[in-house]
């Protein structure tokens, strides 16, 4: 699996990957299980891509099922961005590995309690 969400020890495969640019912010679409379409976004820094945290919310809320705002006070969450890489072929490859927490009150009653969640995406644009 090329493309991929990890949270809470569930992979999440993303196909489909696009990856667009309009000046210095960034939109990436991917295909998520059962056929959404969902986005990430935000702006360029330097070499990586910095996450815009609702629409890391709005993903993680939708692969998950239930909505959820995830914590941003002193966590490393607040600066998480995709470490970028070129691909064999063409393409690019960004990886974020970053940790972060939400209400417990919005896990289901018999949910095993992780601290801090840890966060993995990967995804290849081609």
């Known amino acids: 699996m090329d493309s991929f969400v990890r949270l809470d020890g569930q992979t999440h495969a993303a196909i489909d990957v696009k990856l667009r640019f309009d000046g210095s912010d960034w939109f990436l679409t991917f295909g998520a299980p059962g056929g959404e379409v969902l986005e990430l976004c935000g702006e360029t820094d330097g070499d990586r891509l910095r996450l815009d945290l609702r629409a890391l919310d709005e993903v993680l809320s939708a692969l998950r099922g239930a909505a959820i705002t995830t914590y941003p006070g002193g966590q490393s969450v607040c600066a998480a961005h995709f470490d970028v890489g070129g691909v064999e072929g063409g393409g690019m490859r960004l990886r974020l590995e970053t940790e972060l927490d939400w209400d417990r009150a919005l896990d289901p009653p018999d949910a095993p309690i992780e601290e801090?969640?840890?966060?993995?995406?990967?995804f290849v644009a081609r």
């Open 116 to 122: 801090p969640r840890v966060l993995t995406m990967v």
